[in-house]
């Protein structure tokens, strides 16, 4: 087997640039599937880490009825905050919100919007709510840049909010915009209005009632609540892995592309060397090889192509690779549109695992491409073989 | 068996399917070869020359009777045995030099001794012989391309000879060759002949190599026509 790696070698390096065109398609194909697989996964790490930050924290406990997609458990998902929690809430380590509906009425126009109360001096989330804790002559509400930008609003801005109260009574008073946020995540910014957890509860008549409970430490082993569901970070960003899941199943296709388009090239080279190499095959049997081990030199020959590619993939691939993860690939289009937790700028994430089953694809679909053509060596006649007869 | 027989043949035909016809290339061949020979199958193109050469080289297989070469009997050699058997024992010379384009002189030399293990100082020196016997010490970089027919020639025998095998099997090795390089490599081989005391069969129906020969089997038909040994030249 070392002298067929070391023949196949010689026999690949003195082909010259046959074999540097096959080698330099195929590392094309090996960069290219690390680097988008490497995307996706920056994607889903940025994706969980945005949503940690500024959606679920640690995790969350959600009113028993409450379902983020049916707007209509809204009115029902309150409950005053458990007994069971006091110590975290006390320590600012789980942080209530009440989520309500209502409408704004920007420009005289009509939006329906979900209203959360959240605490002021929270620190789970990123959220900017310390803008909140101001005295103004109307309510202090923040918003984010998309529901800012889709309901022309600006600092400073007054707008009209109008509710129902736990008792059904419809209420309406004036909010003043103090602070606008930017973030990545989209089911904190479109259609969402935050408002100090107090005033909300007042303004609803729902004194210390909450609807959801996001805490911090995610490893703090948990019992459920009465009336609460825990939902554990793994199940909130269930919802990304499952987009990633789907997004990557398309990339396939790429991938199979590429593949097909590096392993068409080896195919070629191989049928094109098994046609043109049949003295030399000829040769090899008279010198003492016999027909199986010339296959498998040829075979060897073939899948080197896959070990030549990732060196010279190292060479250009690796400062590619590393370039894109510190400077990060933007999105040519607005991203903030696109309905779930992705950044503008995506930084490709690298695993060693992620290049180790990558090399092993590519090298184990390179071996079988060279195979197969190369088992017609094992029918061929060694005599007329060595004078180059075609077979 | 005399104790310096190295190959028998005994009533050696071989047929080849053509249609559903047979064309017989070879038939009732009865010889005996001895250690140091250096003989030649003569005849005209089609007469079986190569294919017998293929036989004794276990290339090929006979259709019926036996070839025994250094003691095995070629038709009973399994793919591997008969490998082993080129491997350790043959060398082969071809008209065409069948060198390995993509590699040096010296790595041509080198590829017999390669596949018997050799470790890699003794290798080298063993190239280096043989390059030495050929006048081709000062080529060791070249690659075939780079060299005239006359010193791939020489290459050529210097793989066969390498690994100082007991039987030189040479199909026509002078024919892309001019009169002065064929001399040169026929005196060469001819020199290894009596040093090493090499036994060599060639093919050829060239006047320049019948002139070396010191045993001329005639071949005509598949057959042979006349067997003539030389006395020492």
């Not at chain 1, 590519?362 to 061929?380: D, G």
């Not at chain 2, 199909?171 to 026929?186: G, K, M, Q, R, Y």
């Given at each position: 087997?070392?002298?067929?790696?070391?023949?196949?070698?010689?026999?690949?390096?003195?082909?010259?640039?046959?074999?540097?065109?096959?080698?330099?398609?195929?590392?094309?194909?090996?960069?290219?599937?690390?680097?988008?697989?490497?995307?996706?996964?920056?994607?889903?790490?940025?994706?969980?880490?945005?949503?940690?930050?500024?959606?679920?924290?640690?995790?969350?406990?959600?009113?028993?009825?409450?379902?983020?997609?049916?707007?209509?458990?809204?009115?029902?998902?309150?409950?005053?905050?458990?007994?069971?929690?006091?110590?975290?809430?006390?320590?600012?380590?789980?942080?209530?919100?009440?989520?309500?509906?209502?409408?704004?009425?920007?420009?005289?126009?009509?939006?329906?919007?979900?209203?959360?109360?959240?605490?002021?001096?929270?620190?789970?989330?990123?959220?900017?709510?310390?803008?909140?804790?101001?005295?103004?002559?109307?309510?202090?509400?923040?918003?984010?840049?998309?529901?800012?930008?889709?309901?022309?609003?600006?600092?400073?801005?007054?707008?009209?909010?109008?509710?129902?109260?736990?008792?059904?009574?419809?209420?309406?008073?004036?909010?003043?915009?103090?602070?606008?946020?930017?973030?990545?995540?989209?089911?904190?910014?479109?259609?969402?209005?935050?408002?100090?957890?107090?005033?909300?509860?007042?303004?609803?008549?729902?004194?210390g009632e909450a609807t959801i409970l996001t805490f911090r430490d995610e490893e703090k082993s948990r019992t459920g609540l009465n009336g609460w569901t825990l939902k554990t970070k793994k199940e909130l960003t269930r919802q990304v892995d499952e987009v990633i899941k789907t997004k990557s199943a398309g990339q396939s296709i790429l991938y199979f592309i590429l593949l097909l388009l590096a392993m068409l090239a080896i195919f070629d080279t191989q049928v094109l060397s098994i046609f043109r190499r049949q003295k030399e095959i000829g040769t090899?049997?008279?010198?003492?090889?016999?027909?199986?081990?010339?296959?498998?030199?040829?075979?060897?020959?073939?899948?080197?192509?896959?070990?030549?590619?990732?060196?010279?993939?190292?060479?250009?691939?690796?400062?590619?690779?590393?370039?894109?993860?510190?400077?990060?690939?933007?999105?040519?289009?607005?991203?903030?549109?696109?309905?779930?937790?992705?950044?503008?700028?995506?930084?490709?994430?690298?695993?060693?695992?992620?290049?180790?089953?990558?090399?092993?694809?590519?090298?184990?679909?390179?071996?079988?491409?060279?195979?197969?053509?190369?088992?017609?060596?094992?029918?061929?006649?060694?005599?007329?073989?060595?004078?180059?007869?075609?077979? | 068996?005399?104790?310096?027989?190295?190959?028998?043949?005994?009533?050696?035909?071989?047929?080849?399917?053509?249609?559903?016809?047979?064309?017989?290339?070879?038939?009732?061949?009865?010889?005996?070869?001895?250690?140091?020979?250096?003989?030649?199958?003569?005849?005209?193109?089609?007469?079986?020359?190569?294919?017998?050469?293929?036989?004794?080289?276990?290339?090929?297989?006979?259709?019926?009777?036996?070839?025994?070469?250094?003691?095995?009997?070629?038709?009973?050699?399994?793919?591997?045995?008969?490998?082993?058997?080129?491997?350790?024992?043959?060398?082969?010379?071809?008209?065409?030099?069948?060198?390995?384009?993509?590699?040096?002189?010296?790595?041509?030399?080198?590829?017999?001794?390669?596949?018997?293990?050799?470790?890699?100082?003794?290798?080298?020196?063993?190239?280096?012989?043989?390059?030495?016997?050929?006048?081709?010490?000062?080529?060791?970089?070249?690659?075939?391309?780079?060299?005239?027919?006359?010193?791939?020639?020489?290459?050529?025998?210097?793989?066969?000879?390498?690994?100082?095998?007991?039987?030189?099997?040479?199909?026509?090795?002078?024919?892309?060759?001019?009169?002065?390089?064929?001399?040169?490599?026929?005196?060469?081989?001819?020199?290894?002949?009596?040093?090493?005391?090499?036994?060599?069969?060639?093919?050829?129906?060239?006047?320049?190599?019948?002139?070396?020969?010191?045993?001329?089997?005639?071949?005509?038909?598949?057959?042979?026509?006349?067997?003539?040994?030389?006395?020492?030249?």
């Open positions: 087997m070392k002298l067929a790696f070391k023949l196949a070698y010689r026999n690949l390096i003195g082909a010259g640039l046959r074999t540097w065109l096959n080698v330099i398609v195929l590392s094309f194909s090996f960069v290219v599937i690390i680097w988008l697989k490497g995307v996706m996964s920056g994607w889903d790490y940025q994706a969980k880490t945005d949503m940690t930050n500024w959606e679920i924290g640690g995790g969350q406990y959600w009113h028993k009825t409450y379902d983020p997609y049916d707007p209509f458990t809204l009115t029902d998902s309150h409950a005053p905050i458990p007994a069971g929690v006091t110590g975290e809430l006390k320590t600012g380590d789980l942080e209530p919100q009440l989520i309500v509906q209502g409408t704004i009425f920007p420009d005289g126009r009509m939006m329906p919007v979900i209203v959360r109360g959240i605490n002021p001096g929270q620190s789970i989330l990123k959220l900017p709510t310390r803008k909140l804790d101001t005295i103004t002559d109307a309510i202090p509400a923040i918003i984010g840049g998309m529901m800012a930008k889709t309901n022309r609003l600006s600092p400073g801005d007054y707008v009209t909010l109008r509710w129902r109260n736990v008792k059904g009574t419809f209420d309406a008073a004036d909010l003043v915009i103090t602070g606008i946020f930017t973030t990545n995540v989209p089911a904190v910014d479109a259609g969402q209005v935050y408002l100090p957890l107090v005033k909300l509860q007042e303004m609803m008549m729902l004194p090899y049997i008279a010198l003492g090889y016999t027909r199986r081990q010339v296959v498998g030199l040829f075979t060897v020959e073939g899948s080197m192509h896959a070990v030549l590619a990732a060196v010279v993939s190292a060479v250009y691939g690796l400062p590619f690779l590393i370039w894109q993860a510190r400077v990060g690939w933007t999105m040519p289009m607005d991203t903030s549109e696109f309905g779930m937790a992705i950044a503008q700028t995506l930084y490709p994430v690298y695993s060693v695992g992620l290049v180790i089953s990558t090399l092993l694809i590519v090298m184990l679909t390179t071996a079988v491409v060279s195979y197969l053509p190369s088992r017609r060596i094992a029918k061929m006649n060694p005599t007329d073989a060595l004078r180059g007869k075609l077979q | 068996m005399e104790i310096n027989t190295m190959i028998t043949i005994r009533n050696l035909e071989k047929r080849f399917p053509v249609g559903k016809d047979e064309f017989i290339a070879l038939r009732d061949i009865n010889l005996v070869f001895g250690a140091g020979e250096f003989a030649g199958l003569i005849g005209p193109s089609g007469s079986g020359k190569t294919t017998l050469l293929n036989i004794l080289g276990s290339l090929d297989v006979p259709s019926s009777g036996e070839a025994v070469v250094l003691g095995y009997s070629i038709g009973n050699l399994n793919a591997k045995q008969a490998a082993k058997l080129r491997k350790e024992k043959l060398g082969f010379i071809f008209q065409s030099y069948n060198l390995l384009a993509v590699h040096t002189v010296f790595e041509n030399v080198e590829f017999p001794l390669l596949l018997l293990n050799i470790p890699k100082d003794e290798r080298n020196r063993m190239v280096m012989d043989a390059l030495e016997w050929v006048g081709l010490t000062g080529k060791v970089r070249s690659k075939p391309p780079q060299l005239s027919g006359g010193e791939c020639q020489r290459v050529a025998i210097a793989r066969a000879m390498v690994k100082k095998p007991s039987l030189v099997l040479a199909d026509e090795p002078t024919a892309n060759l001019d009169a002065a390089n064929s001399h040169h490599i026929l005196k060469t081989m001819e020199t290894l002949n009596r040093e090493l005391k090499t036994t060599f069969i060639f093919a050829t129906h060239d006047d320049k190599v019948i002139s070396y020969l010191r045993r001329k089997i005639f071949l005509l038909d598949g057959r042979v026509d006349k067997d003539e040994v030389i006395s020492a030249r």
